[in-house]
């Protein structure tokens, strides 16, 4: 049982240029989400989905989109990469009220 | 809108030197609270969630309390291993599809020297 995997775990992209973060769980989850931790800031919300074809923007959305066209998957694009945008990210996922299972994280340095 | 505070930033302890971590929260209409370990380079992990006012839940070396504005995280005679920053979290009543969302608070970073 594989519980939720990230796919890439590094990557370092050029101001401008875009990419996809994958995200990928296997419990059947409804809930999915997706977070940025910074140093002393803890996580933000920057989309999450409630199940495959829903998705809403959380608190920190600009500069991201989502899509989730199955429950499994819910891939996290970013366009026009920032500096503002060196992170580490964080797929999550969830069933109702109980406690999310967070993936191993993509950290990303924009330069 | 729901805010989480933690406290203190570090905590330092000496092997077996009980302690607790705070986290004090405002949220419209608690729907759960939640703490996870977070281990240097990897996802946050986990522990309990708390669902009312009065509950506790318990966890090897680890006590969760809730209260109506805060939680604390008890730890009992920690080893090196109980090493981690530690996040807490809320789920609130925003009604909708937004259940099931987190606001974290920033973590305390929690060292144990043998």
């Known amino acids: 049982n594989a519980g939720v995997t990230q796919t890439p775990k590094f990557r370092i992209l050029k101001i401008g240029q875009s990419m996809t973060l994958q995200c990928a769980q296997d419990?059947?989850?409804?809930?999915m989400y997706w977070y940025r931790q910074d140093p002393g800031m803890g996580l933000k919300l920057i989309y999450y989905?409630?199940?495959?074809?829903?998705?809403d923007k959380g608190e920190v959305p600009n500069g991201y989109n989502v899509s989730r066209s199955t429950t499994e998957d819910f891939p996290l694009r970013l366009e026009l990469a920032a500096p503002s945008q060196t992170s580490v990210y964080f797929c999550?996922?969830?069933?109702?009220?109980?406690?999310?299972?967070f993936g191993s994280g993509t950290r990303l340095t924009v330069v | 809108e729901d805010q989480v505070t933690q406290s203190p930033e570090a905590l330092r302890l000496q092997e077996g030197e009980s302690s607790s971590l705070n986290c004090s929260y405002t949220?419209?209409?608690?729907?759960?609270l939640f703490w996870y370990r977070q281990d240097p380079g990897k996802g946050p992990e986990f522990l309990f969630t708390?669902?009312?006012a009065g509950e506790e839940k318990e966890k090897e070396r680890l006590k969760a309390t809730l209260t109506k504005k805060e939680s604390f995280l008890h730890i009992t005679a920690p080893k090196p291993e109980d090493s981690a920053t530690y996040l807490c979290?809320?789920?609130?009543?925003?009604?909708?599809?937004?259940?099931?969302?987190?606001?974290f608070g920033q973590g305390t970073i929690l060292t144990v020297h043998p």
């Open positions: 999550a996922s969830s069933y109702g009220r109980a406690g999310y299972t």
């Open positions: 419990m059947n989850h409804n809930y």
């Open positions: 989905s409630v199940g495959a074809g829903i998705t």
């Open positions: 949220v419209s209409g608690l729907r759960g």
């Open positions: 708390l669902y009312s």
């Open positions: 979290a809320v789920s609130g009543d925003a009604g909708g599809t937004s259940y099931g969302k987190l606001t």
